[in-house]
Each structure stands twice: as C-alpha cells, then as structure tokens.
C-alpha cells in the first residue's frame, strides 16, 4: 500500500497542479488601458444675430403738389393753368391769378378780390369767401 500512495500522491498533485491551470485559463496579461484622448470641447454654434421683425413701411404718397387737372374741379376755360393740391386751387400759369368753381382769386396788398372773368371787374372778397389753400397765402 505504501507504493501505491507513493505513486498516487505525486499523481494526484500533478493533475491538481493541471486543473487549477485550466481553471484559469492561459496566463493573460491585463489588457491595455484604451488610450483616452482629452474631452473635446462641444462644438460651439453662434447663432446669426437677430434682426427685429419690422412692418413694411407705407409706400410713400404720390400725389404730386400740382398736377394738370382735378376730378371735382374743372380748369378755367381758355388760360393755361395747373392744379395746386396745396392751394386747393387752379394756377393761373403766367400771372397772380387762381381760379376755383367758376370764380378768379387775386390779391392786392393784403385784401382778396374776386372776379367771374380774368381781366375783372374785381369785387373785394371777405377772408372767409375765399379757398382754404390761399387763406393762408
């Protein structure tokens, strides 16, 4: 008996030896550590500025100052003249005369005069008789 437990001690240790080595598997080293770069930093977008939303601008008025005619008035019969939108009146090209509804305007001084016809008779107008527009005047 003293041979056979000479033979199996070793034996025994042997295959002991071999199971822990297959336990474990083959000898590994420790992987490498995966090389870390540095953090990059968030790509940084810069939004476009901002414009305010703005209201289309009103298209500009254009309505000329003077024009030829008037729709509501018509134009002295026989003299050259054009309407004055500021004056409320027909200019009479070439001289101090306006005209307006079938009666010429003209001032002498500081009195207004009126007139059925161009070259007169004038009557003396009150201020009150007379065209807004050349109130004013």
Do not use: F
């Not at 090209?93 to 003209?106: A, D, P, V």
């Not at 161009?118 to 007379?130: A, F, I, K, T, Y």
């Amino acid at each position: 008996m003293k041979v056979y437990r000479a033979i199996r001690l070793p034996l025994l240790g042997t295959l002991l030896a071999l199971l822990a080595a297959c336990a474990s598997g083959p000898a590994q080293q420790p992987a490498p550590a995966p090389r870390q770069e540095p953090p990059k930093p968030p790509a940084v977008r810069i939004p476009a500025p901002r414009q305010p939303i703005q209201a289309p601008a009103p298209a500009p008025r254009q309505t000329p100052q003077v024009q030829r005619s008037h729709p509501r008035y018509a134009p002295p019969p026989g003299a050259p003249s054009h309407w004055d939108g500021q004056l409320g009146v027909y200019v009479i090209e070439g001289s101090n005369l306006y005209y307006r509804e079938r009666l010429y305007y003209r001032r002498d001084g500081g009195a207004w005069y009126c007139s059925g016809r161009p070259s007169g008779p004038w009557e003396p107008v009150g201020l009150e008789n007379v065209p807004p527009g050349l109130r004013s005047r």
